[in-house]
């Protein structure tokens, strides 16, 4: 496993038509309680079933602005596809919407006669600003679009993207797709502007002084966690963040051609079981790896990540020690990683998550040689734009900026949604956040 | 594309170019600096903003030629252009009229200094300046802090300029003269840790400025993490500037080896 090619393929037109007419076009259409953007799931699929694509890819954009990306990162499994009512029917399980969503979208990059005229009717001619260009931002900007705003999408990285460009790798969602997608939100309007950190380059109030008349904050959850656990500085080890963003958006795997570097040794341990500790950890075994370890505190039933990637990381030769808590990272005297001190658990009581709680199983240490180590046990909120807008008000312990009902900030005008406000999330979940809070920018710039 | 206006060799190896930049000197504070990329192919490399032009909309960047990034940076010609400037980034030197500053400029180092001296100055303190390097040819931007500070003290490893002897000795010097308020200091790691262990016994409140290598330099990758006090913090938004007493610099020139195998490699292609 030594390319970054995408891993899963796509239906056939034959297969996805077939899964198309295994949908019963049921009344109660429960799967779309389970579309954080609201999606027409069953008219969709009936128009996939008439082979009618054209019409289904804009049934779908009507609602998802971003659907090439959904139709693969997309855990469907927990959202639409859960409350299918084949499940459980003897019927072959649910019908396969993330598939069906991908196959339309990835057809109509074949057709470029299809480009709907989906941007806006009107050009109320009003400057609105959106900052991060994740899927909270991409999706708040383009149905800003649609509504008829001037929309100019800000990102402090050299390309656009957010989490989909830095942290997803290319074998899980290729860049041409991505370049696809963002390119159809800038054919809506959004004028976007890379390598500009809104709080440092302009303010939120520069923003406003420039005639913005309201601004969505969708800036993520980019501070990497740690352990806390002697060792961490050492070098070769990475945050999930760094590891990815050296792989994914500076090209360190064609390096020297490219000149960022990274480097992994033989070795490598991935602490941590969610979709971004399996990225890593395939990554790692990409680029040479010998040993590309899974290291988790709780058991497989536990891990976060949805079961296709574990199952994929598997099949590419992953290892997996479930059960296993790192307590130390030992170096040699140049200060690099030599080898990582694990405890062994067992599962107790569940905890606040619901989850079983891991304890450490006395006298069970041992000593795991590695030569880097990944830490991908979560993010925390961005702190930027907190830090350099002190009239954001954010909640002391989780670091979210606050938001009331309407989406609305502690500073008039500024909105947020996405990772920012919750917390580490999906991208559908952001994308809804940001869908919510367009809506919200129009009520209140209809109001202003 | 950000267009450079002008070019300047300060030194053999020590470049100064003036940059198109208008969206970065909105902001832009003393100490704080940016991250350019050169070209697609580039490695983002963080570099102070030396000083800026608001008429021409440039900012000055001073490079000294280390490794592959710095060496193709050092190579572009006015008129050529840089793809991507990031900034400003990091939180500003804290300027406020202290007394007497001491500022401490190593190598390249005095110039991450310049504007800091310039808004000290402008701030009712007596500036100090002292710019230290190996020999007379590395000694950089004399003329320009003879234009903002009070005194200015050369010194050179060699003797070939100035006095002889490093930093520290014509800051030892100082110290015994006079009442020092703060010390701002820029340069190689060794430095700033003998600039700190210099002022310790006087508990000169002293503010280093550290280089750490940085990836995206917004606080998300981590890879600037450094220990100050104990406590992990990122050199990009929780810095640049730290308290010199509290960094554990060891620590960080450690940090800043990890790719030298790679940058090597990457200077022979």
Redesign the interface.
């Known amino acids: 496993m030594k390319d970054f090619k995408e891993v899963s393929l796509g239906f056939t037109e034959e297969e996805a038509v077939r899964e198309a007419q295994r949908c019963i076009a049921c009344k109660k259409k429960p799967c779309c309680n389970g579309c954080p953007v609201e999606i027409d799931i069953p008219e969709f699929i009936r128009l996939v079933a008439r082979k009618d694509y054209k019409g289904a890819i804009r049934k779908i954009k009507e609602k998802n602005n971003l659907p090439a990306v959904c139709g693969r990162v997309c855990p469907q499994e927990t959202q639409c596809e859960a409350l299918c009512v084949l499940i459980g029917k003897g019927k072959g399980g649910p019908v396969a919407i993330g598939a069906l969503e991908r196959f339309v979208a990835d057809l109509e990059a074949a057709h470029p006669e299809w480009k709907d005229a989906a941007a806006a009717k009107e050009n109320k001619n009003i400057k609105v600003a959106v900052v991060g260009s994740g899927p909270a931002g991409l999706t708040a900007a383009a149905d800003l679009a649609k509504y008829g705003y001037q929309v100019t999408l800000f990102e402090s990285l050299s390309a656009s993207g957010g989490v989909l460009r830095y942290g997803i790798p290319e074998f899980r969602l290729p860049r041409a797709i991505l370049d696809r997608e963002t390119g159809y939100i800038e054919s809506l309007g959004v004028e976007i502007k890379c390598n500009i950190l809104i709080g440092r380059t302009v303010t939120l109030s520069g923003l406003f002084e420039d005639g913005y008349k309201a601004i969505f904050l969708g800036t993520g959850a980019g501070l990497p966690y740690f352990l806390g656990i002697p060792g961490e500085s050492l070098n070769g080890v990475y945050s999930a963040n760094e590891f990815l963003t050296r792989v994914n958006l500076m090209h360190a795997y064609e390096f020297p051609k490219y000149k960022t570097p990274v480097k992994i040794g033989e070795r490598v341990a991935v602490v941590g079981a969610g979709n971004t500790a399996m990225d890593c950890v395939r990554v790692a075994k990409r680029l040479g790896a010998q040993d590309a370890i899974i290291v988790y505190r709780r058991g497989e039933p536990e891990a976060p990540a949805r079961r296709a990637e574990i199952e994929h990381a598997k099949e590419e030769g992953i290892e997996f020690r479930f059960l296993t808590a790192p307590i130390k990272i030992e170096g040699n005297e140049k200060g690099e990683v030599k080898s990582m001190t694990c405890l062994k658990m067992e599962l107790g009581e569940p905890d606040a998550s619901g989850r079983r709680r891991p304890i450490p199983i006395r006298g069970s240490e041992y000593e795991m040689p590695v030569d880097t180590v990944i830490i991908a046990v979560g993010q925390g909120p961005n702190p930027l734009i907190a830090h350099t807008t002190k009239e954001l008000a954010v909640d002391d312990k989780s670091g979210e900026l606050k938001i009331d009902e309407n989406c609305m900030t502690s500073m008039k005008g500024v909105f947020a949604g996405g990772d920012i406000t919750t917390g580490e999330g999906t991208v559908i979940a952001a994308m809804g956040a940001g869908k919510k809070a367009a809506a919200a920018m129009d009520s209140y710039l209809k109001g202003a | 594309m950000h267009r450079i206006v002008e070019k300047k060799q300060l030194a053999d190896t020590i470049t100064l170019l003036k940059v198109e930049a208008p ?2 000197i ?2 832009a504070r003393a100490g704080q600096f940016v991250i350019v ?1 050169l070209d697609e ?4 490399i963080p570099l102070t903003i030396c000083d800026t032009d608001r008429s021409r909309g440039t900012i000055t960047l001073i490079i000294q030629q280390l490794g ?2 710095t060496k193709d940076l050092c190579a572009l010609k006015a008129g050529n252009s840089i ?7 990091g939180n500003p030197t804290e300027i406020e009229k202290f007394g007497t500053v001491v500022i401490t400029g190593g190598g390249v180092g005095a110039a991450e200094l310049y504007t800091a001296a310039k808004a000290l100055k402008e701030n009712g303190n007596k500036v100090i300046a002292i710019i230290g390097a190996r020999n007379k040819d590395l000694i950089i931007l004399e003329d320009e802090f003879k234009a903002v500070a009070d005194e200015v003290l050369i010194t050179t490893d060699d003797g070939s300029y100035g006095m002889k002897g490093l930093v520290t000795d014509a800051l030892k010097k100082i110290i015994a003269g006079q009442t020092v308020n703060r010390i701002i200091c820029c340069g190689p790691i060794p430095m700033m840790k003998a600039v700190t262990g210099t002022a310790r016994p006087y508990n000169i409140p002293t503010i280093v400025s550290l280089n750490a290598i940085l ?2 330099a ?6 600037c ?3 100050i006090e104990g406590k ?1 913090r990122f050199s990009c ?1 929780d810095g640049p500037e730290f308290d010199g007493y509290k960094v554990d610099f060891d ?1 960080l020139m ?2 800043n ?3 030298l ?3 090597k ?2 200077l022979e ?1």
């Open positions: 969206l970065v909105r902001e990329r192919f580039a490695e983002r592959r990034s793809q991507d400037i990031l900034g400003p980034l990836l995206d917004t606080g998300m990758c981590a890879t993490r450094c220990t992990v938004v620590e450690v940090r080896n990890r790719f195998e790679e940058e490699r990457a292609t």
